[in-house]
């Protein structure tokens, strides 16, 4: 089946430095989401990408759709101590059920 | 607009008994689903459904039971609870056609099986 390498596992940086997480498939995606989910609550979609090379901004958020369409990247700029969560990519294959595959998620902590 | 809700928040079952984790959207979403979430594990699907009366297995169905009798609904039931079942679990629900695949998540039920 298809599968989802989220990297890395975990993140400690001082803040204002930049942030840089991808995941990578072993099969085409057709869609690709990034989610951020904080402590006790459900994920939050940052990000949606719907076309190979597309480049979105989310205020400093950014994520790109790879043009293989076997990865997708996010970026966040100039971090800030409310950007600590754990971060998931995921990805819809060719299915039209609007089934969704997650990476197994970056733990982002940040240092004020 | 409540987007998707769970109840309960929090449950403490004993191995053997059974329960049902509810969900609803107020989205007319025809897509939902229900997740696991495990440390280390980010989020595994367990069932899904595409529309009222349709539903499907995911990736870890054993020991659930899921229907879909309406739009709205879409109720999880864990039919003789065993530790391995403690986890936190999550909703979601999308329109599940065309351009939007986004899915939007309910705050989570955190069970704990003893």
Known sequence: GQQLNQSPQSMFIQEGEDVSMNCTSSSIFNTWLWYKQEPGEGPVLLIALYKAGELTSNGRLTAQFGITRKDSFLNISASIPSDVGIYFCAGRGSSNTGKLIFGQGTTLQVKP | ?114
């Not at chain 2, 059974?18 to 939902?32: F, G, K, P, R, V």
Request: hydrophobic share 30%.
């Open chain 2, 1 to 114: 607009n409540a987007g998707v809700t769970q109840t309960p928040k929090f449950q403490v079952l004993k191995t053997g008994q059974s329960m049902t984790l509810q969900c609803a959207q107020d989205m007319n979403h025809e897509y939902m689903s229900w997740y696991r979430q495990d440390p280390g594990m980010g989020l595994r699907l367990i069932h899904y459904s595409v529309g009222a009366g349709i539903t499907d297995q995911g990736e870890v169905p054993n020991g659930y039971n899921v229907s879909r009798s309406t739009t709205e609904d879409f109720p999880l039931r864990l039919l003789s609870a065993a530790p391995s079942q403690t986890s936190v679990y999550f909703c979601a629900s999308s329109s599940g056609a065309g351009v939007s695949y986004e899915q939007y998540f309910g705050p989570g039920t955190r069970l704990t099986v003893t």
